[in-house]
């Protein structure tokens, strides 16, 4: 073997060097580099045991020059105290001219021989071997027989798994139910979509809550555009194919294997131009396994144990327990219902801990840890304003539904906080639990509750424009301050101006008085009004005490009371310019009304029933006689959901004047019907016997029936309802309500339902039409017609 000479580039010495033996061992790490710098540019020849020796020689000299060179900067300008052997090494010739020296050797005179020819001839090595020939390269294989599951699943004709190509117990695992077979099925959730799953897979208790959810969040289908292109459609679906993954673990299939693919029709076959395969073509298959579903195991809420003797009653609230499948969902859930438990108990600090779930994958099992803190129970105190003077503490509690005294209940707060919103009479609202006294003893401690409130703009101008077939236009104006009388007192002045009636008056309300929803009314206007039925100038004071059913507290129950004081001219109606004589009717009454509502909206009911009782004894005085009589109707509404989507309503009304003639009695106080709130297609007060004039007389019956489907289109997101109707109803001149002579009236109508209520247009025709009525009545309001 030949070590050829390394080519190196040697450093000049940078340095002045002396004979004197201190200035030897100025540049230990220079002498040594010439060192071997000599061994390096010799060449040698030498058997194996020869090349040991030097190689290891040489190795010894390069470290020693490399620790030198690390060596020398942090010596700075010390000397360095050398090795005397290794000195001794360095011959002194190398050190005075170290190129001279190095090339004063044998293997620097002995000249390299030159490169040998590329083109010439390989030297005879005296053996070959044959070049091999295609043929013995050729390997027979034995045939592999296709497995008909496997070219089943890729098929493009098969489409979808079958069967049995289920992984061993698929289509067992999944569900509750037990099933015999091994089956797949197939859920379509949408053209671009299908679940692949074990049969029991649909059974296992919340398959179409699974199924809602992966359709509401899918990046396919909500991310859905005619611009989609196929590389986006395959990214979506694998966010879809984790977005299944994550939902079958919060179910608990915490084992699942979730994998998709595409199908698309063949080339050529697709819907774009000339037959290309585009976005809308592919159809996204998801092949569910979901395993075992795991149960939990421990259900430990530690800390729940303070609450003593409502520790039972705590821990039933919170109803997971060990062996139930897992529910993420049901954790937050019952998370939530224990925490309101607490704060229905009493417990008004009570903390409710971050739920942990250890999954134990070798047990199918989760470990749940729920950390609780009770903090003690407590009792009401009072409940404190901090702006008395608008709404003082003592109105605050007469709003208040609970008393100082009661075990605290977190419901009851969040109650006051709605009523006292309700008022309108403020912007920003704070109601907090404050501790007052601490439990002692074994007794509850007590807390005060704290109101803090920001005043809102009190005064309010409103105006209102509407239009009735029977009525004609009527513009309506007013101005309000809500709380001029502190707390709740309203001062509302009012005008009405229409082609039927004028009116202005004055209203003085006072809101939450004495308890919940309980209103006191003055009531003070000045009207005239002119209708086919009859003319009427008339002054009415009016006071009324009532509780009310309202939009955000809608009651079982509500009734009201007054005293009603009338002075009135009135004259039956005109017929080409004739008319009877004025009246003057001095009225007192005494009105009271009951309503039991069992249904499920105030505004708009789609299940339950309504029942409505009104009553007014009244004593009038006209023409130098006194006479007296009681008022009187009854109406009940039924609401029953035929379907989703459709809701059949129905109302029914009898009311009836007893004690007198009917000659007795204002025109204005009659029973009259016809209109958007009686019957539709006939004008208002139109229905019902006739003077000589063809004008309405009113009565001293009344029955009225009304009929509706009311269909919630999918049209603007379900807000559009198409509702078709019937009604009828009759006015007789006797006291007892009655069923013949009914005038019929049929139509549609649309609602387009808001937040606050159905706006409602309806159409209508009467089916029996007299001489004098219209064919068409049109009717505009908020709130179903009943």
Not at 123 to 134: K, L, N, R, V, Y
Not at 211 to 234: C, K, M, P, V, Y
Not at 654 to 677: E, K, M
Request: aromatic residues 8%.
């Amino acid at each position: 073997m030949r070590l050829l000479p390394l080519r190196s580039r040697s450093r000049a010495p940078t340095a002045t060097r002396s004979r004197s033996a201190p200035a030897r061992t100025e540049c230990l790490a220079h002498r040594t580099s010439i060192a071997f710098l000599k061994a390096d540019s010799e060449a040698y020849r030498f058997d194996a045991g020869a090349f040991s020796t030097i190689r290891i020689a040489t190795w010894a000299l390069l470290l020693t020059a490399g620790a030198a060179v690390a060596l020398a900067p942090a010596a700075g300008a010390q000397s360095l105290d050398a090795d005397p052997e290794l000195e001794a090494l360095i011959p002194d010739a190398a050190v005075a001219n170290p190129e001279a020296w190095a090339m004063d050797t044998e293997a620097a005179a002995t000249p390299v021989p030159e490169e040998a020819d590329a083109d010439a001839d390989l030297t005879d090595t005296g053996f070959s071997i044959e070049w091999p020939e295609a043929e013995d390269f050729e390997v027979e294989l034995q045939e592999i027989k296709i497995d008909p599951e496997l070219e089943q699943l890729l098929s493009r004709e098969s489409g979808r798994p079958a069967a049995d190509l289920a992984l061993p117990g698929m289509a067992e695992r999944g569900g509750e139910g037990d099933r015999d077979e091994y089956e797949l099925a197939e859920t379509e959730l949408s053209r671009r979509i299908v679940l692949s799953h074990p049969a029991s897979f649909a059974e296992f208790g919340q398959f179409d809550e699974f199924i809602a959810r992966f359709e509401g969040l899918s990046d396919i289908e909500t991310l859905r555009d005619d611009d989609d292109n196929l590389a986006q459609l395959a990214n979506r679906a694998e966010e879809d194919a984790a977005l299944l993954s994550d939902m079958l673990a919060v179910y608990g299939f915490n084992d699942a294997d979730v994998r998709q693919r595409v199908e698309t029709p063949p080339a050529g076959e697709g819907s774009g131009e000339s037959g290309a395969v585009v976005a809308s073509d592919a159809q996204y298959v998801f092949t569910i396994d979901p395993g075992e579903r795991y149960r939990y195991g421990e259900v430990a809420l530690p800390g729940l144990e303070a609450a003593e003797d409502d520790f039972a009653a705590l821990r039933d609230a919170f109803e997971i327990r060990a062996g139930d499948f897992i529910q993420e969902d049901r954790i937050v859930a019952e998370r939530i219902d224990l925490g309101v438990a607490m704060g229905e108990t009493g417990y008004a600090f009570a903390e409710v801990g971050q739920p942990d779930l250890l999954i134990d994958h070798a047990s199918d099992e989760g470990d749940l840890t729920l950390p609780v803190t009770p903090g003690g129970q407590y009792r009401f105190g009072e409940v404190i304003s901090s702006d008395p003077e608008f709404l003082s503490s003592r109105h605050l509690s007469e709003i208040a539904q609970f008393d100082a005294g009661e075990i605290y209940q977190a419901s009851e707060v969040d109650d006051l906080r709605r009523a006292i919103l309700s008022t309108g009479l403020v912007s920003s609202l704070s109601v907090t639990p404050r501790e007052v006294a601490p439990p002692a003893n074994g007794e509850p401690g007590t807390v005060a509750v704290d109101v803090a409130l920001t005043p809102a703009p009190l005064r309010t101008i409103a105006g209102a424009v509407g239009y009735d077939t029977g009525r004609g236009i009527r513009t309506e104006v007013s101005w309000e301050h809500r709380n001029l009388f502190p707390p709740e007192g309203m001062l509302q002045l009012h005008a009405i101006a229409g082609t039927q009636e004028q009116l202005a008056g004055a209203t003085f309300r006072r809101n939450n008085w004495h308890g919940r929803d309980r209103v006191l009314t003055l009531d003070v206007f000045a009207s005239t009004i002119d209708r086919d039925a009859y003319e009427a100038r008339t002054i009415s004071g009016v006071a009324r005490f009532e509780k009310l059913s309202t939009l955000l507290f809608q009651k079982v129950l509500a009734w009201s009371i007054g005293l009603e004081l009338v002075a009135t001219q009135e004259r039956e109606g005109t017929l080409g310019g004739l008319t009877g004589p004025r009246e003057t009717y001095f009225v007192a009454a005494l009105p009271g009304e009951v309503i039991y509502d069992k249904s499920d909206d105030l505004l708009d009911p789609t299940r339950g029933w309504r029942v409505a009782l009104f009553a007014s004894p009244e004593l009038s005085h006209t023409g130098g006689e006194r006479s007296t009589y009681l008022r009187s109707w009854a109406e009940g509404r039924y609401y029953q959901p035929v379907s989703e989507r459709l809701v059949v309503a129905g109302r029914a009304r009898f009311g009836t004047i007893v004690g007198t003639d009917i000659s007795n009695i204002a025109p204005s106080r009659r029973l009259y019907a016809g209109g958007g709130g009686s019957v539709r297609g006939y004008g208002y007060q139109e229905i019902g016997p006739k003077d000589d004039l063809g004008d309405p007389t009113g009565g001293l019956s009344l029955s009225e029936f009304s009929l509706e489907a009311r269909y919630r289109t999918g049209l603007l997101d379900g807000a559009i309802s198409i509702v078709p109707f019937i009604d009828a109803g009759t006015v007789a001149n006797d006291s007892s309500p009655r069923l013949n002579g009914m005038q019929y009236g049929a139509g549609v109508g649309v609602r387009y339902h808001t937040n606050f209520g159905p706006l409602r247009f309806d159409v209508a025709t009467p089916l029996n039409p007299r001489p004098d009525d219209g064919r068409i009545a049109v009717y505009i309001s908020l709130g179903q017609a009943f």
